[in-house]
């Protein structure tokens, strides 16, 4: 039935999101791109917007590795326009997100060329905020969607070198994860953004505690490559103990 065909496709797209980002680790950019592509179409037909936001964001970083960052911009732009002519508020989020993660990896490869001032950043958080915004009040329901909102501009503020706003907007994702039902894959990513600001604040004690909680809850979901990415974070705080 219906359900059933729901249940295949929801596993299909998780396992060709899974591959893809064990391609992107590879640094096999077009297996990444093509997988995490396949993958979006399909949580975009599920009205996943979260996961699509995930898969844009792991295309995104096989867009990079091949130097194609502004070709990847105009790509994620396009479909945003797309979203806002079809009045769909919660993919117009996904999107916005998108076009942030492009703007934040586009001004990340400048600064590696030559330090800027930062200018992607500002685009990204501005992006981030507005989809924020709209997440709040046009899908209240969707709360992995205003999660994944506020994660994005977290992880913005602190590549800005501002951990103390980065953390007041991760502890913000940490308590939305919690209420209505929860978001327990949200709950660990905001435990993880939080061990980060932590750590870039040097409150070394509190990341180590949060990196910790992260590490459990990515443990218990089987989600290996967070579960991984936890691990090194708890290293980190240890060696900075």
């Known amino acids: 039935g219906a359900a059933g065909g729901q249940a295949s496709a929801e596993k299909e797209a998780a396992m060709l999101f899974s591959l893809a980002e064990v ?3 590879d640094a096999a950019a077009a297996e990444a791109l093509r997988t995490a592509l396949a993958s979006e179409q399909l949580f975009a037909q599920l009205g996943d917007w979260r996961s699509v936001a995930d898969a ?3 295309a995104l970083g096989a867009y990079r590795l091949q130097g194609r960052s502004e070709e990847a911009l105009g790509s ?3 479909r945003l326009e797309e ?3 079809a009045g769909d508020r919660c993919g117009e989020v996904a999107m916005l997100l998108s076009v942030a993660e ?3 990896l586009r001004s990340n490869a400048s600064a590696e060329d030559a330090p800027c001032e930062g200018a992607g950043n500002d685009e990204a958080l501005a992006l981030a905020r507005k989809a924020a915004k709209i997440a709040a009040k046009e899908c209240s329901d969707d709360v992995r969607l205003q999660v994944a ?3 994005l501009q977290a992880r913005v503020l602190l590549a800005d070198s501002r951990p103390e706003d980065s953390l007041r907007a991760a502890q913000d994702a940490l308590q939305l994860s919690r209420m209505q039902g929860g978001d327990r894959l949200g709950e660990a990513k905001a435990r993880h953004q939080i061990a980060e600001a932590q750590l870039a604040s040097k409150q070394v004690h509190l990341a180590k505690q949060c990196a910790r909680e992260a590490h459990k809850i990515f443990h218990e979901l089987g989600t290996c490559r967070s579960e991984a990415f936890a691990l090194l974070l708890l290293c ?4 900075a103990a």
């Open 149 to 151: 909102a506020l994660l």
């Open 76 to 78: 994620v732009e396009a």
């Open 236 to 239: 980190d705080a240890e060696l």
């Open 83 to 85: 979203r806002r002519a």
């Open 56 to 58: 844009l964001r792991v």
């Open 23 to 25: 391609h992107l680790d």
């Open 102 to 104: 492009a703007h934040l």
